[in-house]
């Protein structure tokens, strides 16, 4: 229960002197314990500004999150964060970045350290804890940085494209990476993405989100199991599903449609 | 895990200029072909060497007062050293205390700001008249002129960390001064140690200028009697010897930012 998500009618304005602005728009979802939940949608449509609610990191105009049944009011140590940038600090080795939000919250390096060794291990940075980020390439950089949001064992992990600055194949890369963590500890994930294929890929069940002013307009299950691989994204039903949601993305961007709620399989 | 190639560090040099050695040859050829100028310019256009010596009467010069202008230097040097010393010292300190709350920064910062744009060469007078013709009022003064860019580049340097790293603060539940002490200081290094750079060559102006007031050792008091004798040639000797002390200077904080180049980039 404690990795469950409850985000209901949330919204959220700019107030930008005398404008305000409209970021998301009475959005509501819920995300339950140990689930893989993407939220798809169009490149500034404020699903990340939904993504830094949930995470405490901004403030919420009206509405109401939930996270294990209390109120969001700031960010907390049962949840982790990756951003779009990898955001290691320079002077730090890889395994003293990965303790960083540890050392924050002053556990000790018994505690944390053999889960530390464990995580650099299961993403494949075995030779480099000690290389500061410099040494490193992109997709090594945001592995290190999947490592510092589950050191300190967060029941919910929160992913604002995290994956969007790599290029192709090291994206696919990380996204079996994801996978295998996933596999090993099941956390609440959201996954905020603008990449269908990585999505459907990814997540148990795809959020859709139209344009500014966001609000979740689909909630589509995905029926692939979680032991999946790269094989499954050659099958009919893959492509079908990817189809479906550009289909849906496509018409929200005409203005005058009505915004159908829609429920797949 | 097979070794993976790291990146190469990237030069940000002109990738025109590929080949290392002529980077070092241009500017070094500029320099001779400038001193070679001036030399033959002295000697053909017949100006008197009181007024403009060629490079050759300089070094001739030399001879005789290497003793005195070592002496001269020692006094000059060591005073400078301390001055770039405490002001480093003092410009970080009062750029902490200052950066620690935003009321001490909002008050200050401007107030800095301002104080920077007024000349302070002409306030090294008051400095003499205020705590007389000894070394603490040229020792003062330079630390007063050259305390400022240390500070003022802290400053901006603690208030400009990287957004995501302290996103990344907040995220975790860092205190304020955990971010202060685990991402602003580190990221105000670089800033500091360019405020350093300017200070290494304002320490030395300054104990320049004190002794141009009131001195009776240094390279400013020798450059002076020099002057008072019309022998020119003695001063642009004194004016080198003052080029080399201004380098030895400027070196620390570049071998500063080296050092932080390394432990940010690993060895």
Same mark, same amino acid.
């Given at each position: ?14 107030? #930008? ?5 409209? !970021? ?76 960083? *939000?540890? +050392? ?10 053999? +889960? ?12 480099? !804890? ?12 945001? +592995? ?9 064992? *967060? ?14 194949? #090291? ?12 596999? =090993?500890?099941? =956390? ?29 307009? !689909? ?19 893959? #492509? ?22 829609? =429920?797949?399989? | ?9 990237? &030069? ?14 241009? $500017? ?32 001739? /010069?030399?001879?005789? @007062? ?33 950066? &620690?709350?935003? @009321? ?14 007024? $000349?302070?060469?002409?306030?090294? $007078? ?68 360019? %405020? ?17 007031? &009131? ?19 003695? @001063? ?19 071998? %500063? ?9 690993? /060895?």
């Amino acid at each position: 229960m404690s990795g469950h998500i409850s985000v209901e009618n949330v919204r959220k304005i700019y107030q #930008t002197g005398k404008d305000s602005v409209e !970021a998301v728009s009475g959005a509501s979802f819920v995300a339950n314990d140990g689930e893989f939940v993407a939220i798809l949608g169009p490149s500034g449509c404020g699903k990340s500004t939904l993504l830094m609610m949930c995470g405490g990191l901004e403030s919420i105009t009206s509405g109401k999150i939930t996270i294990g049944g209390t109120p969001v009011t700031g960010p907390r140590a049962s949840v982790g964060v990756m951003f779009q940038d990898s955001t290691l600090l320079p002077w730090k080795t890889v395994r003293e970045n990965i303790l960083f *939000p540890a +050392r924050i919250q002053h556990r000790t390096l018994q505690d944390v350290g053999p +889960r530390a060794d464990e995580l650099i291990e299961l993403v494949g940075l075995g030779g480099f !804890a000690d290389k500061k980020p410099h040494q490193l390439s992109g997709g090594m950089r945001q +592995r290190v940085a999947i490592c510092r949001a589950l050191v300190t064992d *967060p029941d919910i992990l929160l992913m604002d494209e995290p994956f969007s600055a790599l290029d192709a194949m #090291t994206r696919d890369e990380m996204n079996d990476a994801l996978l295998d963590i996933w596999d =090993k500890y099941r =956390k609440t994930g959201l996954f905020v993405t603008h990449s269908i294929r990585e999505a459907v890929y990814l997540a148990d069940r795809v959020l859709v989100m139209t344009r500014r002013p966001a609000t979740v307009v !689909a909630d589509v299950r995905i029926p692939f199991g979680r032991d999946r691989d790269q094989s499954i994204s050659s099958t009919p039903e893959f #492509t079908e599903l990817c189809a479906y949601l550009r289909n849906m993305i496509d018409q929200e961007r005409i203005p005058g449609r009505s915004v159908r709620r829609v =429920k797949a399989a | 895990m097979s070794e993976i190639s790291l990146p190469r560090s990237t &030069s940000p040099r002109n990738p025109r200029i590929s080949d290392a050695s002529l980077s070092v040859l241009l $500017p070094v050829g500029l320099a001779v072909f400038v001193l070679v100028a001036w030399q033959i310019g002295a000697k053909v256009s017949g100006i008197s060497p009181v007024i403009l010596p060629a490079p050759s009467d300089i070094l001739a /010069s030399y001879n005789g @007062i290497v003793g005195d202008l070592a002496h001269q230097s020692v006094a000059t040097g060591s005073e400078a050293f301390f001055a770039f010393f405490l002001s480093c010292f003092f410009g970080l300190i009062t750029a902490l205390v200052l950066s &620690s709350s935003v @009321i001490l920064f909002e008050t200050f910062y401007p107030n800095l700001v301002v104080f920077q744009i007024i $000349p302070k060469i002409a306030l090294a $007078p008051l400095f003499t008249f205020w705590l007389g013709i000894g070394a603490t009022s040229r020792l003062s003064y330079a630390v007063f002129i050259s305390f400022f860019p240390v500070a003022l580049a802290t400053m901006t340097g603690l208030s400009r960390a990287d957004a995501g790293a302290l996103r990344l603060c907040r995220a975790a539940g860092a205190t304020r001064w955990q971010t202060f002490f685990h991402v602003q200081i580190p990221y105000s290094l670089p800033y500091f140690f360019s %405020g350093a750079k300017v200070a290494a060559t304002l320490s030395i102006i300054g104990i320049v200028i004190g002794e141009f007031i &009131s001195a009776n050792e240094g390279l400013g008091y020798f450059i002076l009697r020099a002057q008072s004798y019309g022998q020119t040639s003695k @001063i642009f000797a004194a004016l080198s010897v003052l080029c080399g002390l201004g380098l030895l200077l400027y070196v620390l904080p570049v071998q %500063g930012e080296r050092m932080l180049r390394k432990w940010w980039r690993g /060895s």
